[in-house]
Every structure is written in C-alpha cells, then in structure tokens.
C-alpha cells in the first residue's frame, strides 16, 4: 500500500509507523471513515489494530475487520461500538474458537451489547471454558442469564464461584 503526505504540492512517502501515528491523529476528521477503510487493508496488523479501535469506521470496514487474522485486530473490533451493530452469531462462535483469553473475557464483558446476537448463546458457549478468568469475568457480569451464574456459582475454582454468587446477590436486590 502507497501512502504519501502532500504539503504544498511536496510529497513524502510514509511508512507504516507514520501511518499507524496519523491513524490516531484523524479519527475524528470528516473524510477518516474512507481513509479508515483503506487503512484497514494495510499488512500491518499495528495499523489494522489502530483502525480496529476507532469508533469513526464505516460498518463496512467493521465487517472487513471481524475477518482479520491478527488477534490484536480481533480483540479491538469485538469491542468497537459500530462493530457490536453487525457482529454476528457466527462471528461469535468464530472468535471464541481462536480460545484467546483476553478477547473470550472481552466478549464476556460485552456480553449483552452484541445486538445481533442471544447472550445466552454466547453464555452456552462461554461457560465452560477452560481458563477460569474466562469464567471469572462472566460470573461478573450481571447482564449473564441466571441460569449460567448459578451453573458458575458452583465452579471448580473458588474465584469464580465466589463472584457468580455475588453477581447474583447483586440481581436479586434490584428486583
């Protein structure tokens, strides 16, 4: 990918780490959606990964990059807020199946705002995982169906036991 900078007619030829800075300097300019797109194809994950994290992206591009390879791109999207828009059920089933540990417990953080997809789905799916922060950080979240917190209620591992129970002391107080 060709990227330049042009003042006053004189054109520089940028890098990957000039261009991975300028991504974060025009997320907000009115032209970034069509930049961000372009960008979003660049071989640097860096560069994708910095994309993936702004908020100013066409769906469009948030779809390109819910296919990325790269886990750090991966992990940034799951959580951008126009992808939490178009991520899909099989997007789902797809990312938990990379088993990485920090995009399942950003999944199970987000659990409720994927709005294409049934969190007991995603709940089903992330339950029984075998990493226990994975767990953990759905015994935490108050928006998981009752059902799988109290399944977590009685894990293996006393941390997580331990906070699904208080996920659902704290539940059952707000009704």
Same mark, same amino acid.
Do not use: M, W
């Given at each position: 990918m060709e990227a330049t900078l &042009?003042?006053?007619?004189?054109?520089?030829?940028? !890098?990957? $780490? =000039?261009?991975?800075?300028? &991504?974060?300097?025009?997320?907000?300019?009115?032209? !970034?959606? $069509? =930049?961000?797109h372009e960008l979003a194809q660049h071989p640097s994950s860096d560069i994708r990964s910095t994309v993936a994290m702004n908020e100013n992206i066409h769906e469009k591009t948030a779809k390109l990059l819910i296919k990325d390879p790269s886990i750090d791109v991966l992990r940034e999207i799951a959580v951008n807020r126009v992808a939490?828009?178009?991520?899909?059920?099989?997007?789902?089933?797809?990312?938990?199946?990379?088993?990485d540990?920090?995009?399942?417990?950003?999944?199970?953080?987000?659990?409720?705002?994927?709005?294409?997809?049934?969190s007991n789905l995603i709940a089903e799916l992330l339950v029984n995982q075998p990493d226990p922060?994975?767990?953990?950080?759905?015994?935490?979240?108050?928006?998981?169906?009752?059902?799988f917190l109290t399944d977590l209620s009685k894990d293996s591992d006393i941390d997580v036991a331990e906070a699904a129970k208080e996920t659902l002391n704290d539940k059952r107080k707000q009704l």
């Open positions: &042009t003042v006053n007619k004189i054109e520089i030829s940028l !890098g990957h $780490e =000039a261009l991975k800075l300028i &991504t974060d300097i025009i997320e907000n300019h009115p032209d !970034g959606q $069509e =930049a961000f939490l828009k178009i991520i899909t059920e099989k997007d789902i089933q797809r990312l938990i199946k990379t088993k540990t920090r995009l399942l417990c950003e999944i199970a953080n987000f659990i409720d705002e994927y709005q294409l997809c049934n922060r994975v767990r953990c950080r759905l015994a935490e979240n108050q928006y998981v169906p009752e059902i």
